[in-house]
């Protein structure tokens, strides 16, 4: 990272939106074989950030995409089938191998033993050649036909996704999203405050990029407001002006969000200036 600091566990959230450079991800790694408190908080926070999705505005799909798709599919599942039916009905036009006919004069002339000689082997060649291509044949058609059949199980599946993909996650919704704002002039941060409800309680995500720089000790803390009495929601660190934070918290009417350049990251009330804020708005 470019701040001064070591490895530690408020390096979760940039970790797991991918803020972490490579040197700083593999330190991270192996910080979290060894502390429990991450791994569980990482565990916690994936499961909230994969609904984060749902906090954009929804867009249409491509006019008949989904038929163009479906319609692909259908149509490598024909190709199948009809090769299938190709070879069949090659099998069934194949001209059976022509089986010797021995005059029954010349039989008579002939030797007994030199006729048996010659159309024992004959008639072994002919038959054993007919059974490998049969089997042959056979193998193909088996072969085509599972293809055929993991093909429309691939179909179903298919189907299966895009339906589920129309479909919120049952148990968890996003209550609000709020944009976070420069508080101060000659600043180009912004940010994005998420709150999201599950079965667990609210949580708070927080993103924001393009932050002053940080020296020393100084570190950027985030607050909840209720009638103006800030409520402390952690702190977080930045890595090329980006940083983000994660707070799990009792379901409370807030009326706004600020993130404050602090000093040092001890503070339990707002000490430096606001940076960004937002209104919070109920959901």
Not at 166 to 191: F, H, K, R, Y
Request: charged fraction near 20%.
């Amino acid at each position: 990272m470019n701040n001064q600091h070591s490895v530690s566990c408020e390096d979760v959230e940039m970790y797991l939106l991918g803020g972490l450079d490579e040197e700083d991800k593999l330190a991270f790694e192996a910080h979290l074989l060894g502390c429990k408190e991450c791994r569980l908080k990482l565990e916690e926070l994936s499961e909230v950030v994969g609904i984060m999705p749902l906090t954009a505005q929804p867009v249409q799909p491509l006019s008949g995409m989904k038929a163009r798709i479906l319609a692909a599919v259908a149509e490598a599942d024909q190709a199948k089938v009809e090769a299938m039916s190709n070879t069949e009905a090659s099998l069934q036009s194949q001209p059976t191998p022509a089986v010797p006919v021995i005059d029954s004069a010349s039989a008579q002339i002939t030797d007994k033993k030199k006729t048996k000689s010659w159309t024992t082997p004959a008639f072994a060649a002919a038959a054993a050649a007919l059974m490998i291509v049969s089997a042959a044949l056979y193998q193909k058609v088996d072969h085509l036909n599972n293809e055929s059949d993991k093909l429309a199980v691939q179909v179903q599946e298919l189907q299966q996704q895009l339906a589920a993909a129309e479909q919120p996650p049952n148990g968890i919704q996003v209550n609000s999203v709020v944009a976070l704002t420069p508080a101060i002039p000659d600043i180009v941060a912004q940010g994005l405050a998420t709150i999201v409800i599950d079965a667990k309680g609210m949580h708070l995500i927080v993103q924001a990029e393009n932050l002053p720089k940080l020296t020393n000790d100084e570190a950027f803390q985030v607050w909840l407001l209720k009638e103006g009495k800030p409520v402390n929601a952690g702190t977080f660190l930045t890595n090329d002006g980006t940083g983000a934070l994660y707070y799990t918290f009792a379901p409370d009417q807030y009326d706004q969000i600020a993130i404050t350049h602090e000093p040092d990251a001890n503070g339990s009330q707002p000490r430096g200036e606001i940076v960004l804020a937002g209104k919070l708005i109920s959901g």
